[in-house]
C-alpha cells in the first residue's frame, strides 16, 4: 500500500523529473566535443542554456493551469514526450542555432513538470512521509548533473556526442512507463497537502506572498543556476587540477541532494512559516559558500562548492512544500507561478554571471552570485512577515 501511495508515485515524477531537467546539464557537460563539431563557444553555450530556462520560467503560470486542465498524468507524460524529441532534435543539429532552437523547445516540458509533480505528491498525506517525498524529488537536480558528469566520460570514449544525447533520449521510454498507474486520487481530483494548511480565514494575502514567493524563487535561482556551470571553470582558474576540481562537484552534489531531502524531513511537523524561516537560514549559508568561492584560493573554492552546493542549492523542498500550503486549492498553478521566478533566476543567473565574469573576473562574479541569495533572504523575510500576519502569533 505505501508503495502505491508514495513509493510509485515518487519513482514516476524522480524519473519524468530527471529527465526534463537534463538537457542543459548535458549541453553543458558536452560543449568541449559539440564545438569540434558546431563552432559551439561558450558564449552560444550560455545562450543556449539561457533559451531553456527562459522558455520554461515564461510558460510556467501557463504550465501550471495546463496541469490542472489535462490532468498530472498526461502532464507528466507530455513532458516525457517532448522531451524526448527534442533531445532528438539536439543530436540531429547542424549548427549551435539549432541547439539553441531545440534547448528552447526543451523549456516547454520543463514549465509543466514541476506543477504537475507537486499536485502528485501532495497527496501523500503522512506529514514526515510527505517532507521526505518532496526532498527526494529535488533531489533529481543535482541527480541529473551528476548524470551529465557521468555523461561526458562516456562520450569522450564511445560514439561521441551525439549518439550520447540519443542514448539519454532513449530513457524517456523509460520515464514513460513509470508514470502508468499512478494512483486515482492523484488522476481524478485536486489532491490537499499534508499537515496543517493556511486556514481561509486566517490565511494572509495570497496575492502578495505568491509575488514574495517569486521573488525568493528568482533571487535564489539566480545564484545557484551558476554553480554547474561555472563552478568548473572557477576551479580551474585558481590553479586546482581537473580530478580535484570534479571531485569537488561530486560531493557538492551529493551534499546538496542531502539537504534538499534532509531539511524538509527535520521540520516534517512545523508549520509554513517555520519551513521558509529554514529557507531563509539556508539562503544564508549559501551566501557565504559564494563567498568563498570568490577568494580565489584553493581552500576556498573547496570549501565554498560544498557549502554553495548544500545550502544554496538546497532549499528547493521546502520551499515547494510552502507553496502548496498556501493555495492548497489551487496547487499546480500556484506552482506554475513561483517555478515562472525560479527559471528565469535560471535564465538571468549565468548570463550575468558570464557578463561579470569577462569583465572583473570571477570572484567578482561570485560576490554578485552572493549578492543575489541575500536579495532572496530579504524576500523570504518578507513572505515569512506576510505568513505572520496572516496566522498570528501561534504560526498556523
Known amino acids: 500500500m505505501l508503495w502505491q501511495t508514495a513509493g510509485r508515485p515518487t519513482l514516476a515524477v524522480v524519473g519524468v ?47 501550471g493551469r495546463a496541469v490542472a486542465r489535462i490532468g498530472v498524468e498526461r502532464a507528466l507524460r507530455f513532458s516525457c514526450a517532448i522531451t524526448a524529441l527534442g533531445l532528438v532534435a539536439i543530436a540531429a543539429a547542424g549548427d549551435a542555432m539549432h541547439v539553441a532552437l531545440a ?37 533529481s537536480i543535482p541527480i ?35 508514470t502508468r498507474g499512478l494512483p486515482p486520487s492523484v488522476t481524478r481530483s485536486q489532491p490537499m497537502p499534508a499537515g496543517p494548511p493556511l486556514s481561509v480565514r486566517t490565511r494572509p494575502n495570497t496575492r502578495l506572498l505568491l509575488v514574495a514567493l517569486v521573488a525568493v524563487g528568482f533571487f535564489a535561482s539566480t545564484a ?58 539556508l539562503l544564508g549559508g549559501g551566501t557565504l559558500g559564494y563567498l568563498l568561492l570568490g577568494t580565489g584560493t584553493a581552500v576556498g573554492f573547496l570549501a565554498g562548492t560544498v557549502v554553495a552546493y548544500a545550502f544554496g542549492w538546497g532549499w528547493n523542498g521546502l520551499f515547494n512544500q510552502v507553496v502548496v500550503s498556501v493555495r492548497p486549492e489551487r496547487i499546480a498553478a500556484s506552482t506554475g507561478v513561483t517555478q515562472g521566478g525560479v527559471f528565469l ?47 498570528g502569533p501561534s504560526g498556523q
Open 144 to 178: 541529473a548533473t551528476l548524470i551529465a558528469g557521468v555523461v561526458l566520460g562516456v562520450a569522450s570514449y564511445a560514439g561521441g556526442w551525439r549518439w550520447t544525447v540519443l542514448t539519454v533520449a532513449t530513457l524517456s521510454g523509460i520515464a514513460l512507463w513509470l
Open 224 to 281: 545557484a543556476t551558476s554553480l554547474p556551470s561555472y563552478v568548473a571553470s572557477t576551479g580551474l582558474d585558481t590553479g586546482l587540477a581537473p580530478a580535484v576540481v570534479a571531485g569537488a562537484q561530486v560531493l557538492g552534489s551529493l551534499a546538496c541532494a542531502v539537504t534538499r531531502i534532509g531539511a524538509p524531513v527535520g521540520v516534517s511537523g512545523g508549520s509554513s512559516q517555520r519551513r521558509l524561516v529554514l529557507v531563509a537560514v
Open 17 to 63: 523529473i530527471v529527465m526534463a531537467a537534463i538537457p542543459p546539464f548535458l549541453i553543458g557537460a558536452l560543449s568541449p566535443l559539440m564545438a569540434e563539431d558546431l563552432a559551439f563557444d561558450a558564449g552560444q553555450v550560455g545562450l543556449s542554456i539561457a533559451a531553456y530556462y527562459l522558455v520554461s520560467g515564461v510558460l510556467s503560470p501557463l504550465g
Open 103 to 139: 534547448l528552447g523547445l526543451l523549456g516547454v516540458p520543463n514549465c509543466v513538470v514541476q506543477p504537475a509533480a507537486n499536485a502528485v505528491l501532495a497527496e501523500v498525506r503522512a506529514p514526515r512521509l510527505q517532507a521526505f517525498v518532496f526532498g527526494t524529488v529535488q533531489a
Open 345 to 391: 533566476g535560471g535564465s538571468v543567473g549565468p548570463l550575468a554571471f558570464a557578463a561579470v565574469a569577462h569583465s572583473h573576473g570571477y570572484g567578482s562574479a561570485w560576490w554578485i552570485s552572493s549578492g543575489a541569495a541575500l536579495a532572496a533572504v530579504a524576500a523570504a523575510g518578507v513572505a515569512i512577515k506576510l505568513l505572520y500576519r496572516g496566522t
